[in-house]
């Protein structure tokens, strides 16, 4: 185990930005070509029952790029040669496989960032502010996005990242409780049956993490924030199958500085049940107490990442520390890392099963890969409308994401294609050129007349088929 992990640990400190072997800069008016050139390595995936679903998979991806709302009455606006009912087709009711075009994207993006040295698969949830009760998952829980508790839809993902690159690559929805304890609503839904019972977030993480493993997916290190990192089963999982790991964990999380040595007491009465239960042999202390302890000529600065106002330099803590859950025979011996940020005073604590002698340094560029999540979201919610669906059933919200994962390929890709000649083109800047060069509708007045008669028929459609069930429910309708 400790020789596959101190493989692992080599980060090429010194490397520059992975580019695809053998690729050439490709001139910024062929964007919208080498889209649909990447849809179509995907073309074999939305072939169902002899029915091509390629050109409907397009102009739906064309769609979350070009409309200002990822419904499909917007859609229809914008994309040439669209209709409402093919797109909610397509996304609602086909029966292409998401999870293969996932397993697919995850695989393309091990091209571009996999075997780089210093790879990160970060696990993060994000959550989906819904209204109602009727989209599939939606229940009032945590919508870190808000940062309070919410009405919303909540999933688990994966995304593979190195240096200043990340691409998301997986995905679980998270079912609350309302959920799996009511087989019919989830039924309704179209959650398989197979998925219809109780997991935690966490071990939703840790089949992200197996499936990647099983696609062949090269990353160094698992990464993720104080949920998981909370949950001991979680971390003892990874640290069993031999995973390299650095998780966040809160200020109150208990560690041992000297070895507890659980056993079970010995029975000091023949009265009473003899003990049964391990019991620890010193005392925990929690990690915002132990980093008060720690002098000051202990603590390093070291530069981890460049940022927009400048380098990110931080104080950086390293000790060996043991982990006990109350169950195990044996405690873990891990590593604490305390990464305390220069100017701001804000402080980070993390747990790794690193080697020992892993430098801080190291520690330091590991940790600090887990914003690049966030700013994967931050750009699959903006430039390719994750968040903006007014979908409700399973199998369209898988497909929803399977589709905008695509998207993010496509422009972390061409940004990596472009980075010489574009060192700072940003995944708005090819959203911005993707709608000046993919077709659009004809704007002209009559147009733009045209669709807003169609959303008016559509709203009164609507409003009569609701008056409709309403007076049904009424005493002799």
Known sequence: MAGKRQETIKVNEERGQPEPQGSTVISLENLAGEFHCLIGEFSDLF???RKDNTDTAHKYMCGLIQSERSNMERMEEAVPGTDYESLQQFISNSPWSYRDVICRVAVKADELLGGTGGTALIIDESGFAKKGKTSVGVARQWNGRLGKTDNCQVAVYGALSSGDRVILIDVELFLPKGWTEDAARCLRSGVPETRIENKTKPELALEIVR???????????VLADGLYGHSAKFCQMLDDEEELFLMHVHSDQHVYVEDPRPCVPLRKSAKGRPPTK?????????????????????????TVRESTEGDLIVDAYQQKVRLWDGEENKAREWVLYIRRDVGTEDVKYCVANVPEGTPLKTLARMEAQRFRIERGFEDAKGQAGMAEYQIR????????????????LFMTRHRMLRCDEYPLLSCYDIKVLLTYFLPRRDTAFNEVLRQMEVRHAKRRAASESKAKRQLALEPGG
């Open 47 to 49: 072939v169902c029952h």
């Open 211 to 221: 499936r990647q493993r099983e696609l062949g997916i090269r990353f160094d290190y």
């Open 278 to 302: 391990l019991k620890a042999q010193t005392a925990p202390i929690r990690v915002a107490w132990l980093m008060k302890t720690v002098p000051e000529d202990k603590w390093e600065r070291v």
């Open 393 to 408: 059933g399973w199998l369209a919200w898988h497909h929803h994401m399977a589709s905008v994962m695509m998207v993010m």
